[in-house]
Each structure stands twice: as structure tokens, then as C-alpha cells.
């Protein structure tokens, strides 16, 4: 099964801040990759889908990049209705793994 | 707009069995594979099982197959999960997830609630 390293577990931050999350593939998965927001209590939503493509409805703050096995998902100035937790996951084949999460705090 | 809905959690001792449900609405549910998703509490997320859109094609984690069964009833657009053999460490939400174009989950029910415990 492919792993996925999301760095760091957890973050401080403040309203208009730029922050980056990484994520780390145990082996190649292309750009296989989707970052999901959740919220305490709630479903979790897709954000960016193929490492970079921003799903529909999501603002254009939210920035993915990478492939191969390195990947960041990037939040360009921090709004107060994004602290939540983040997590990755790939689907380059089943089992379709996750990240342990990023919680994302004030 | 797409709208999912599980049910059919609830509390269940060890080595009993759950049934699952997840009925979809505003897409063309026979066009998309389906998934099963989990969450222990306050842990990350686990992917549990996915189906082919016709149903032909089911898939399972290794932590689940052979006690767990995916299945769909496209005339209904419903989506099933069978749990047998359950173990404390089933305990979690279970959310579906539906499969969007192009490799990802792309919209998510508000999950149920299964516990397994003496």
C-alpha cells in the first residue's frame, strides 16, 4: 500500500497569513493526488483534485502543486472560515490512502 | 445539485452485523462508482470500499475483506454497505463518498455512526 506523509500535523496561524502543507508519497503516484477540508462535526469537502485542479466552488486562495511523490497544498492569505483540518489523499490505485491530517488553527 | 444520505448506524456488539444505506440524488447514480469511507473518533481517514458504477467491479480494504460486503441497487440509488463480524476497532463514522471525474471523491454524505461495544 502507498503511505501519505502530510507535514506538519499541526499549524498556527493568523487571518491573512500564506501557509503551505506538504504531503509525501511512499512511491510515485503521478498526479494522483486531492486535498479535502473538514471541518469539526462535518463531511469533508474536495478542494483540489489531479494535484492541481480546483474543484467547483472552491476560492482561488486555495493552490495545489506538485507530482511524483512531493506535494503542497497552499492557502494564500488565510481567511477565518479556513481553519480546519486538511488531509491528502492519492488515488493512483486501491487502497485509496490518506494523509493523517493537518489541523490548521488559530 | 448532489445530495448524499446514509443511514442504518447505530450501537452493535462485537462480532454482530450492520447494514449500511447511502441513497444519492441530483446525479445519474448509475454512472458513478461509490465509496465507503470511515473515521475513527478524533482520528484520520480510512478508505473501507469502492463499486463500479454497474456494480461489477467491488474493491475492500485489507482491514475489512471478508467480513465486509459493498453493493447497489441502481433502480433505488442506493448504495449498501453489509458489516459482519464486527470488531471494536469498526467503531467510527462512515461516510459514502462518490467518485468524480478524474480520480477523486468528489461530493460526500454527512455520515453515520457505528459503534461497537459490549
Known amino acids: 500500500d502507498i503511505q501519505m506523509t502530510q507535514s506538519p500535523s499541526s499549524l498556527s496561524a493568523s487571518v491573512g497569513d500564506r501557509v503551505a502543507i506538504t504531503c509525501r508519497a511512499s512511491?510515485?503516484?503521478?498526479?494522483?493526488l486531492n486535498w479535502y477540508q473538514q471541518k469539526p462535526g462535518k463531511a469533508p469537502k474536495l478542494l483540489i483534485s489531479?494535484?492541481?485542479t480546483l474543484h467547483s466552488g472552491v476560492p482561488s486562495r486555495f493552490s495545489g502543486s506538485g507530482s511524483g511523490t512531493d506535494f503542497t497544498l497552499t492557502i494564500s492569505s488565510l481567511q477565518a472560515e479556513d481553519f480546519a483540518t486538511y488531509f491528502c489523499?492519492?488515488?493512483?490505485?486501491?487502497?485509496?490512502?490518506f494523509g493523517q491530517g493537518t489541523k490548521l488553527e488559530i | 445539485e448532489v445530495h448524499l444520505l446514509e443511514s442504518g448506524g447505530g450501537l452493535v456488539q462485537p462480532g454482530g452485523s450492520l447494514r449500511l444505506s447511502c441513497t444519492g440524488s441530483?446525479?445519474?447514480?448509475?454512472?458513478?462508482?461509490m465509496n465507503w469511507v470511515r473515521q475513527a473518533p478524533g482520528k484520520g481517514l480510512e478508505w473501507v470500499s469502492g463499486?463500479?458504477?454497474?456494480?461489477?467491479?467491488?474493491y475492500y480494504a485489507d482491514s475489512v475483506r471478508g467480513r465486509f460486503t459493498i453493493s447497489r441497487d441502481n433502480s433505488r440509488n442506493t448504495l449498501f454497505l453489509q458489516m459482519n463480524s464486527l470488531r471494536a476497532e469498526d467503531t467510527a463514522i462512515y461516510y459514502c463518498?462518490?467518485?468524480?471525474?478524474?480520480?477523486?471523491?468528489?461530493?460526500w454524505g454527512q455520515g453515520t455512526l457505528v459503534t461497537v461495544s459490549s
Open positions: 463518498a462518490k467518485d468524480g471525474l478524474g480520480y477523486n471523491l468528489d461530493y
Open positions: 441530483g446525479f445519474t447514480f448509475s454512472g458513478y462508482a
Open positions: 463499486i463500479s458504477g454497474s456494480g461489477g467491479n467491488t
Open positions: 512511491q510515485t503516484i503521478s498526479t494522483f
Open positions: 489531479a494535484a492541481s
Open positions: 489523499q492519492h488515488m493512483y490505485n486501491r487502497p485509496y490512502t
